[in-house]
């Protein structure tokens, strides 16, 4: 299973984008859709408050200029007037416009829980409107109250039974609660409801376009961040990763990348091309000095071996092929511990801990043909770039 620090950069970009793109989606959805629900509402209690604002100011002015007319006139009681305001107004809307009183006189019109509540509320505390989200059942509703209170004009019909119209007198009998209002009281509200599904059902397609719309932005966003980064970053580090794994496999380090720009990618291409020059001026230099060394090991008078630590021999010049009996080919990778008779003590003292110091002793040494050659050895080390290297130098001894 692939861990997620070994993924590409460009996927670990894109995933990570990706993730904050749903992060922010959902934060900015929530916060859309939260101040869309605030708006809706503010929107809801600004009608109706404009419904029952003009009911009231409706009642109140019919209240005021109504004199005798509604004897013959039933449709001119300022309640009634109100009441056809309120359907004609909200015909065409989802409203539901109506008057409320706890001193109601039509069964049919009393007002429910959530009216009466509010209404005690209303004589209790003056205060101007109320509104809520209420559940009935299933459904739920917006709900809007403002109270009604007594204008001086409302005493008269409403005052003593004695100073009462005589149509009034007719309907409501002496005793009748709708005698005795006092000025300022709350005789009543106006309550405007409207079910939750309908007042927010433009909320769903605003909040789906609204939501469609961050989405392609974001999507864009991030498309053209992607590029960037792809071009500007990516790109650029993946030619050099490539570089790098070529000059690890050919050891060629000739070719250099196209520096583009000044920033911090194209510094880090500028150095890495300054390296290769520098490593390629330090290969030739090595190489220079090796072709030196062989040349030179060549033309001494005594055998001479390079060996690594575990005695397999790099490099052996002419001499040491007729000493050991065998041709250059045919030594390269062989251990040089196997042509010594004390091949071993050699060998756990190169590998004893410490720098190895350079030490001369006299060895026997069996060549191809089984004949011991007695030599005197010189053994050297010197530091590589990975291990050391140990040379040695072994001269025939005549008559040994």
């Given at each position: 299973m692939t861990r997620p620090a070994d993924l590409s950069i460009r996927t670990k970009f894109f995933g990570l984008m990706s993730l904050l793109l749903i992060a922010l989606l959902l934060a900015s959805g929530m916060f859309l859709y939260q101040r869309q629900k605030d708006f809706v509402l503010r929107f809801a209690v600004d009608n109706a408050r404009s419904l029952a604002t003009q009911l009231i100011e409706t009642r109140e002015y019919m209240s005021s200029v109504v004199k005798n007319e509604p004897e013959s006139n039933y449709n001119l009681v300022p309640q009634v007037?109100?009441?056809?305001?309120?359907?004609?107004?909200?015909?065409?809307?989802?409203?539901?416009?109506?008057?409320?009183?706890?001193?109601?006189?039509?069964?049919?019109?009393?007002?429910?829980?959530?009216?009466?509540?509010?209404?005690?509320?209303?004589?209790?505390?003056?205060?101007?409107?109320?509104?809520?989200?209420?559940?009935?059942?299933?459904?739920?509703?917006?709900?809007?109250?403002?109270?009604?209170?007594?204008?001086?004009?409302?005493?008269?019909?409403?005052?003593?039974?004695?100073?009462?119209?005589?149509?009034?007198k007719k309907r409501f009998p002496p005793g009748h609660y709708s005698y005795?209002?006092?000025?300022?009281?709350?005789?009543?509200?106006?309550?405007?409801?409207?079910?939750?599904?309908?007042?927010?059902?433009?909320?769903?397609?605003?909040?789906?376009?609204?939501?469609?719309?961050?989405?392609?932005?974001?999507l864009i966003v991030i498309v053209v961040m992607g590029i960037i980064m792809s071009r500007q970053i990516i790109e650029p580090v993946q030619l050099l990763s490539d570089r790098i794994i070529e000059v690890t496999r050919t050891g060629n380090f000739q070719e250099k990348l196209p520096q583009r720009s000044r920033d911090e990618i194209g510094m880090l291409i500028g150095?890495?091309?300054?390296?290769?020059?520098?490593?390629?001026?330090?290969?030739?230099?090595?190489?220079?000095?090796?072709?030196?060394?062989?040349?030179?090991?060549?033309?001494?008078?005594?055998?001479?071996?390079?060996?690594?630590?575990?005695?397999?021999?790099?490099?052996?010049?002419?001499?040491?092929?007729?000493?050991?009996?065998?041709?250059?080919?045919?030594?390269?990778?062989?251990?040089?511990?196997?042509?010594?008779?004390?091949?071993?003590?050699?060998?756990?003292?190169?590998e004893q801990p410490g720098e190895f110091m350079e030490e001369t002793t006299r060895q026997r040494v069996i060549s191809a043909a089984g004949k011991p050659v007695t030599v005197e050895m010189v053994v050297s080390a010197s530091r590589a770039d990975r291990e050391p290297l140990y040379t040695a130098i072994l001269r025939e001894r005549n008559g040994g």
């Open positions: 007037v109100a009441t056809q305001v309120a359907k004609r107004v909200t015909q065409n809307s989802k409203f539901y416009v109506r008057q409320v009183s706890l001193r109601y006189r039509n069964p049919e019109n009393r007002p429910d829980p959530y009216e009466t509540a509010q209404l005690q509320r209303f004589i209790k505390n003056p205060v101007g409107e109320s509104y809520d989200i209420v559940k009935s059942g299933e459904t739920r509703f917006f709900r809007y109250l403002q109270p009604m209170r007594a204008t001086p004009s409302c005493l008269g019909c409403h005052g003593s039974y004695q100073s009462a119209p005589d149509f009034v005795n209002y006092q000025v300022g009281e709350v005789i009543g509200a106006v309550s405007v409801s409207i079910p939750v599904k309908d007042l927010y059902a433009q909320l769903g397609t605003n909040f789906k376009l609204d939501l469609l719309a961050r989405t392609l932005v974001f150095a890495f091309n300054d390296m290769m020059e520098e490593l390629s001026h330090r290969t030739v230099q090595s190489r220079e000095a090796d072709e030196r060394y062989r040349r030179f090991i060549e033309v001494a008078a005594s055998a001479v071996v390079t060996f690594l630590k575990d005695g397999k021999m790099v490099i052996v010049n002419e001499k040491a092929e007729g000493l050991f009996g065998r041709n250059r080919q045919m030594l390269l990778g062989e251990s040089i511990f196997d042509f010594l008779e004390s091949g071993e003590e050699l060998r756990q003292r190169i």
